[in-house]
């Protein structure tokens, strides 16, 4: 996959007047070369990124010369979400790298519709170690083996080539279903009717008491 590009003059202030036009400001950078100004269309990078992503060779040519590289970094604008920037890392082919593979998750968990199980995905992309033409462009993770509550996929689990190196312990979760999470009701205490009576009839007897105190009183007072 090659991605034709071209060196780029402009730096600074002025690049913003190049995205303008649709252009991306660029660098190509690595073991052995120089660090390399260019110029990206951005219609290319987009076309380019979409099927390669980011850990999967691809050619950049300059001046009808070849670099293989990664796409190692996009930078986006955070209001407008268009790409400001990308950094291409030069890659020797027959020096192995350590790239994060992305997961792809298939079909459906049977203990989600079955059970009620509630699916909890722990990993996203995985770090491989292999030569650069060897790198997966994603690793499938199949959910339609999740067919009871507290299953786990593990990253053991995952299938890849020999000619690549899962560098994650094997035990790590990937995916779990977990049981549902029960609603707590609250029980409400039936109300004793009859000591509310009883506590009504002692108030009662305490006000009664206490008026008959008070007319004693005023008599005492009035003799």
């Known amino acids: 996959m090659d991605l034709t590009v071209k060196t780029r003059e402009k730096f600074g202030k002025a690049v913003g007047a190049l995205r303008k036009q ?11 070369i120089e660090n390399v100004h260019l110029n990206v269309a951005a219609k290319d990078f987009a076309k380019l ?6 850990n999967t060779v691809v050619n950049i040519v300059v001046d009808g010369k070849k670099y293989p590289a990664l796409v190692h970094d996009v930078s986006k604008n955070y209001f407008s979400g268009e790409v400001d920037h990308v950094d291409f890392y030069a890659v020797r082919m027959d020096e192995k790298l350590t790239a994060k593979i992305p997961l792809e ?6 203990a989600v519709k079955d059970k009620g199980g509630i699916l909890n995905k722990a990993m996203y992309e ?16 199949d959910l339609s083996v999740l067919d009871d509550l507290n299953k786990s996929i593990y990253v053991k689990d995952l299938k ?18 977990t049981p549902p999470v029960a609603e707590e009701v609250k029980v409400e205490e039936p109300v004793d009717v009859s000591t509310v009576k009883v506590e009504s009839e002692e108030k009662k007897a305490e006000r009664a008491a206490e008026k008959n105190s008070e007319d004693k009183t005023e008599e005492t007072k009035k003799k």
């Open 22 to 32: 649709g252009i991306i400001p660029a660098e190509l950078y690595g073991r052995g």
């Open 160 to 177: 890849i080539s020999s000619k690549a190196k899962i560098v994650v312990d094997p035990e790590t979760v990937i995916a779990t279903v």
């Open 105 to 110: 998750f298939l079909g459906d968990a049977p």
């Open 49 to 54: 990124f979409k099927e390669a992503g980011s």
């Open 126 to 141: 995985v770090e491989v170690e292999a030569l650069p033409a060897d790198l997966p462009h994603s690793l499938q993770v």
